[in-house]
T-cell receptor
Framework: DAGITQSPRHKVTETGTPVTLRCHQTENHRYMYWYRQDPGHGLRLIHYSYGVKDTDKGEVSDGYSVSRSKTEDFLLTLESATSSQTSVYFC?????????????????FGDGTRLSIL | QKEVEQDPGPLSVPEGAIVSLNCTYS??????FMWYRQYSRKGPELLMYTYSSGNKEDGRFTAQVDKSSKYISLFIRDSQPSDSATYLCARREGTGKLIFGQGTTLQVKP
């Protein structure tokens, strides 16, 4: 296993409530990513981080924010959840051999958080 | 047009068959490709990655890239029921970001 823990694993909440998902890694990898997976769309990148306090947007970042105050933790927040954000959310980590990241370092994924927004 | 296109299937084959899974891509800027396997209710697991045209082999798995036609393939020899999963192809950008296809669901019947 790649040493990635996502929490919670399952969550049901109501529209309009704030939600925070946590990704914790024990590998001390520099790069961390948040994806969502939906039928017909595959995996799509929401946000990623290339270091503590260094984050950038991905393909589907609207409605999401992230924070990374420690190397090991990457948080994804839905400020006001909507039904369209019902999805399975995956965190991934990637090794880095310095900056800029060499292209041959694979991403390893956690087992996901199933989020339902009613 | 999606950057990486993949037929979602499902694909059903008998045990022992050779399986061919395929993707096409549109952006030639950065040609580093990966195949992931995903079991139900689990995260994607890296199977193979390749940075050049030609074949790369690992046990029963062979990854093939044809840059001229922008086509990537994964072949599974002697398929087993344990190979039943969703297979995701992805193109990797310079920042490490992955652009995924939709995934192909494979069922290998005993």
């Amino acid at each position: 296993d790649a040493g990635i823990t996502q929490s919670p694993r399952h969550k049901v909440t109501e529209t309009g409530t704030p939600v925070t998902l946590r990704c914790h890694q024990t590998e001390n990898h520099r790069y961390m990513y948040w994806y969502r997976q939906d039928p017909g769309h595959g995996l799509r990148l929401i946000h990623y981080s290339y270091g503590v306090k260094d984050t950038d947007k991905g393909e589907v970042s609207d409605g999401y924010s992230v924070s990374r105050s420690k190397t090991e933790d990457f948080l994804l927040t839905l400020e006001s959840a909507t039904s369209s954000q019902t999805s399975v959310y995956f965190c991934a980590i990637s090794e880095s051999m310095g900056f800029p990241q060499l292209p041959n370092q694979p991403q390893h994924f956690g087992d996901g958080t199933r989020l339902s927004i009613l | 047009q999606k950057e990486v296109e993949q037929d979602p299937g499902p694909l059903s084959v008998p045990e022992g068959a050779i399986v061919s899974l395929n993707c096409t891509y549109s952006n030639s800027a950065f040609q580093y490709f990966m195949w992931y396997r995903q079991y139900s209710r689990k995260g994607p697991e890296l199977l193979m990655y390749t940075y050049s045209s030609g074949n790369k082999e690992d046990g029963r798995f062979t990854a093939q890239v044809d840059k001229s036609s922008k086509y990537i393939s994964l072949f599974i020899r002697d398929s087993q029921p344990s190979d039943s999963a969703t297979y995701l192809c992805a193109r990797r950008e310079g920042t490490g970001k992955l652009i995924f296809g939709q995934g192909t669901t494979l069922q290998v019947k005993p």
